[in-house]
């Protein structure tokens, strides 16, 4: 049985009840084929340079993950990524993740694996994300090729989204399918932080949504609000800016 190590990244703005369920979701799946043992998850939020409309500030994003993460006696929250000055590729946080696993495992790790046996680190996605790997500039093909075959993806099915047609329309990625775990959400829970966002600068209700520790800091600190939609907003995405200078492959024309 071979340890893995789930890592989500992304905004979490704010983090919701559907982002906890993945880890559950994908731990459940790898138990099942009886060859994984997940000891572990990480919650990696994105920095501020990220540059996404209503992206608030890290500190307070990292804060309402681990409100949230309280009652989880296996998922992390890792502020590195949202410490960094500039946007960090994913891939390069893998990479730190994986060379920090080495030396200080029980940071991440919340249960015994076997000795000489450092866990995989594998990506943790929804279906939505396989989807921005076609977005002309935002991933480097290298960097698509390492996330799915260095490391591998868990990847939950999202509402309408179903990432096998990603898979088929993609060279790379149907390449290391073997590497690749797509897990169905049956109980279809199709939250969004955009739409919590939205209720939010309402006035309207979120309860059972998000945590209801959430839901205090939130108020406690008055965060999505009008004003705090308009951030960012006429602000290019970071890895869009990044790589814009950087020669782009079309997505398997």
């Given at each position: 049985?071979?340890?893995q ?32 043992q ?9 920095s ?14 990292i ?52 000795s000489?046996h ?10 939505d ?21 260095r ?48 209720a ?54």
């Amino acid at each position: 049985v071979e340890p893995q190590l789930l890592l989500a990244c992304g905004s979490f703005n704010p983090i919701t009840n559907q982002h906890m369920r993945l880890f559950e979701l994908a731990r459940d799946h790898l138990h099942s084929t009886g060859q994984y043992q997940v000891v572990g998850g990480i919650v990696s939020p994105v920095s501020d340079s990220y540059g996404k409309q209503g992206l608030v500030q890290a500190k307070h994003r990292i804060a309402m993950a681990k409100l949230a993460l309280q009652s989880s006696n296996w998922v992390r929250v890792d502020e590195w990524e949202s410490q960094q000055p500039d946007w960090t590729e994913t891939v390069v946080t893998m990479r730190y993740k994986t060379c920090t696993l080495n030396t200080l495992p029980s940071q991440y790790h919340a249960l015994p694996f076997p000795s000489g046996h450092s866990p995989q680190l594998k990506l943790l996605c929804g279906a939505d994300f396989l989807d921005t790997f076609k977005v002309p500039g935002l991933w480097q093909d290298e960097h698509v090729e390492e996330v799915a075959g260095r490391f591998g993806l868990v990847c939950v099915s999202r509402g309408r989204l179903q990432p096998e047609q990603a898979m088929h329309e993609s060279d790379t990625l149907s390449r290391h399918r073997q590497n690749i775990f797509l897990v169905r959400e049956w109980m279809r829970n199709e939250t969004s932080a955009t739409e919590v966002r939205r209720a939010l600068r309402r006035g309207l209700s979120v309860k059972y949504l998000i945590p209801d520790s959430v839901i205090e800091y939130i108020h406690k600190h008055h965060l999505y609000t009008e004003d705090s939609e308009r951030r960012n907003k006429d602000v290019v995405l970071r890895p869009l800016s990044k790589q814009v200078q950087q020669p782009v492959n079309s997505w398997d024309d």
